[in-house]
């Protein structure tokens, strides 16, 4: 079972969101033990679906993820994080956006099944970036459709911190499809992103059947 195979950050940030909402329900913060409970169940779906789905993910990226997770939600939220740093947001988009650019490049290298002669290695750098930055844009999208209809203010100063979130999301996306061009030129060890690449095919070696072919 997923619970049981996770690195101490992982089971840190968990034992944080349980203590939370179960303090929140002593002191009566309801909003806040929502928060705690919602972080806690989002934070175990990429462990849960790459067990679903016999993927296995490496131990930096899936404690990567959980705490990004956490850092949005929960001390985002309720912390209100977004208001006391003015850089927690961009922080939060940049690394997204290199997280992104990542999950881009490994989704269109498993599509040809490892083979990284299949495409030249700028198209595949550059696709992936281009879907980092569209996830970039749909959540920017999706901001204003909830301050449109429900009167929140998660665009905060409107256009400038709409265009600030999208330019951070393009410099971090080309992060994380740069790192992919790196592997696929063979130079493995050129950091830890593209060392991160290598390590999900080592790990996953039967989705990447190719991943020898004409080598």
Not at 39 to 45: D, W
Not at 94 to 117: H, M, N, P, Q
Not at 153 to 167: E, Q, V, W, Y
Request: hydrophobic share 60%; with cysteine.
């Amino acid at each position: 079972m997923f619970l049981f195979r996770q690195s101490l950050v992982v089971y840190a940030v968990w034992l944080t969101l349980v203590v939370a909402a179960l303090a929140a329900l002593v002191i009566e913060r309801w909003s806040m033990g929502f928060v705690a409970v919602a972080t806690l169940a989002v934070s175990m779906l990429p462990a849960a679906l790459a067990a679903r789905y016999a993927i296995r993910l490496p131990v930096p990226f899936l404690s990567f993820v959980v705490l990004f997770i956490f850092a949005t939600l929960f001390l985002g939220e309720s912390f209100d994080f977004y208001e006391r740093y003015w850089w927690w947001d961009i922080a939060l988009h940049a690394t997204s956006a290199v997280g992104f650019g990542l999950v881009g490049f490994v989704c269109i290298f498993l599509l040809f099944e490892g083979d990284r002669y299949a495409a030249p290695a700028w198209a595949m750098a550059f696709f992936s970036w281009c879907f980092a930055v569209a996830i970039g844009a749909a959540w920017e999208i999706f901001e204003f459709a909830v301050d449109t209809l429900f009167g929140t203010n998660m665009l905060k100063s409107g256009l400038p911190d709409t265009m600030g979130d999208l330019i951070v999301d393009v410099i971090g996306a080309a992060v994380g499809a740069l790192s992919g061009y790196l592997y696929l030129l063979g130079l493995e060890r050129g950091g830890l992103l593209a060392w991160l690449i290598a390590d999900f095919v080592r790990m996953n070696r039967d989705l990447f059947k190719r991943i020898d072919r004409r080598r």
